[in-house]
């Protein structure tokens, strides 16, 4: 895709996002035009409007199945399919409260553990060590073998 398309597909892509009835009425009138053109050609054929209007109906396929090609290929299906998700979940929310309630209780809980862990974990990981000359220490162990080690030969 070249630079010079970029505002073109933007300006169509937010008129699909905002402008939707219209758009949707735009793909309804130029689904129409075609299947009226085939229908025309069709009897120009020699056959029936009857006939000429199942074959033009055949010849395109389902007409719905049509309009989803056209909106994948607009290239808003995922954000069309997000917002309609995050609508259905806020309906559902607003449904049972109590439920609601719950969720973000958990959901605050959790997050302000998480957060108090991370901050405790930093504050111990970043702080000064309290021996002032770490590398002078030594292990205080046994330097002998333990019995449950296999000893070379």
Known sequence: MRIEQWPYIVRMRLRTLFGRTQVEQELDDELRYH???????????????????????????????????????????????LVRDTRQALRALRRDIGFTVGV?????????????????????????????SPSGCSSSGSSRPSAAAPRAR
């Open 104 to 132: 973000l209780a958990l959901l605050s809980l959790g997050i302000g553990a998480n957060a108090r862990s991370s901050r405790s974990s930093t504050a111990f990981c970043s702080s000064p060590s309290p021996i002032p």
């Open 35 to 81: 299947v009226e053109r085939q229908i025309e050609e069709n009897i120009a054929s020699g056959m029936s409007p009857d006939e000429a209007r199942r074959a033009a109906m055949r010849a395109l396929g389902r007409i719905e199945r049509r309009k989803d090609e056209c909106r994948d290929a607009w290239g808003i299906s995922l954000l069309d399919n």
